[in-house]
């Protein structure tokens, strides 16, 4: 009887595992539809240009001349879903069409992550070197911008000219170029890239209070700063991401170091207990006075880069925190006050960091509660964002009112996120595979 009790509870284990994997199949296969349902918007009403404006069906570019943000941002993740027509399709217009000779100024920030990182990862998964002659070309176009007294990077820089401008600047922008501009030192064996994005942030980590917290803006000619908010969310967010993500991809351990100490002042002045949860709010950088108790989209990254610095008990606490903010109104908000649980800033951008969380607890944890908030996010996208042409920001989660723009972000990242949680397949080795903070994969292929 015990035998066949025992044969019994293994065959019903085996078909719920069997049940489970076809649940998410199904489900991550709902996802690349809606990849493809996305970028065939953009291929008929946008092709050619930066991103695709859904609901007028027409197209958005960033600057003067289109320098296809969409396909290169969206390349990766159609290698990683398996779209081999659509690669094609996006690599043919990329070789033919992308060129960066233009007399324009560009935010280096944004064409660091999107452009360069895009590039970098497009040639690291797809092996062609003409991936990498244009992440080199763009490279040096872009090296001109930390050309300030502090070695901190201007904000603009012309992709012709190398002139600079936008002296005010902030950590985000000044500190997230290390693993594109690292990567692509390693690649070409050129160390300029590597040591002139590393000046620059040892630089801004050096210009931090007392107690360790940066501000929100900062003077990158004079080093002075302009605003000493200090916080997780836009203008800051991905310079702390990167302090950990330089150290686990190039094993620099200048990067731990500066890590160790930024996290402890982040726990200590930004942490917050509200509502039986965890949120990290705003304080002042000099006294650790706390300044408002905002929370939104952009802070939803912080799980994600908890889980992967091995501090799983308060990933786990402040995702639990960021899904009860998609969950308010049905989908997240830019900003929230979590003191009061009210919507600061109402819209949806179609932005991923909430599903990156939730991709890295699932990894690190295996729990389904997180494959359960894959199933929420998905159900409430397609539910409030989806269009005939593709997916539309929200001018507000409350009224469900839609805006005229899909960015390219959300075919890298948003889309990305919510399919790696949802498959049941392996797809990416987080303990090889770093990601940029536009979700691009790249790999220490440099240290045998």
């Not at 930390?146 to 950590?171: A, C, H, Q, W």
């Not at 990167?242 to 990067?255: I, M, R």
């Not at 994600?304 to 610095?309: F, I, M, N, P, R």
Request: one cysteine or more; hydrophobic letters at 40%.
């Amino acid at each position: 009887m015990r035998k066949k009790h025992f044969l019994l509870m293994l065959i019903i284990s085996v078909l719920l595992i069997q049940c489970s994997s076809n649940g998410r199949n199904q489900l991550a296969n709902q996802v690349k539809d809606e990849f493809i349902h996305s970028w065939n918007g953009y291929k008929e009403y946008a092709w050619g240009h930066d991103a695709l404006k859904p609901l007028s069906k027409s197209h958005h570019d960033w600057y003067s001349s289109s320098l296809l943000m969409t396909p290169v941002d969206a390349f990766d993740t159609m290698i990683l879903m398996g779209l081999d027509k659509q690669a094609k399709e996006a690599k043919k217009i990329v070789f033919e069409n992308l060129s960066f000779d233009h007399d324009m100024y560009v935010k280096s920030f944004e064409i660091n992550i999107r452009l360069l990182g895009g590039l970098l990862s497009a040639y690291q998964l797809d092996g062609d070197e003409r991936f990498l002659e244009l992440a080199e070309d763009l490279g040096e176009r872009l090296l001109p911008a930390f050309d300030s007294p502090t070695g901190m990077p201007y904000m603009f820089v012309n992709l012709k000219t190398g002139e600079t401008r936008g002296e005010i600047s902030n950590p985000a922008e000044i500190g997230t170029q290390m693993l594109e501009f690292g990567t692509l030192s390693k690649l070409t064996g050129r160390p300029v890239f590597y040591n002139t994005a590393k000046k620059a942030v040892k630089t801004l980590f050096e210009k931090r209070s007392e107690i360790g917290l940066v501000g929100t803006t900062i003077n990158v000619e004079t080093g002075e700063w302009v605003n000493q908010d200090s916080h997780l969310s836009g203008m800051i967010d991905s310079y702390y991401e990167y302090l950990l993500k330089s150290w686990v991809l190039f094993g620099d351990q200048d990067f731990k170091k500066m890590w160790d100490k930024s996290i402890a002042a982040i726990n200590k002045y930004l942490a917050d207990q509200r509502y039986e949860g965890l949120w990290y709010g705003r304080a002042n950088m000099i006294s650790g006075k706390r300044t408002a108790t905002t929370f939104g989209a952009l802070d939803a990254f912080f799980p994600g880069v908890l889980a992967l610095s091995g501090d799983m008990q308060r990933a786990a606490q402040l995702q639990e925190s960021c899904f009860k903010m998609w969950q308010l109104h049905g989908i997240e908000p830019e900003v929230l006050d979590y003191s009061k649980m009210e919507v600061v800033s109402a819209g949806y951008l179609l932005r991923p960091e909430n599903i990156e969380s939730a991709y890295y607890l699932h990894k690190y944890t295996g729990k389904q509660k997180y494959l359960n908030m894959g199933k929420t996010y998905l159900e409430t996208l397609k539910k409030y964002c989806r269009t005939e042409a593709g997916y539309a920001h929200l001018k507000s989660v409350i009224t469900k009112e839609k805006s005229d723009a899909m960015e390219s972000f959300f075919l890298a990242e948003t889309l990305k996120y919510l399919y790696l949680l949802l498959s049941p397949e392996e797809i990416v080795d987080l303990d090889k595979i770093v990601f940029n903070t536009e979700a691009h994969p790249l790999q220490n292929t440099w240290d045998k």
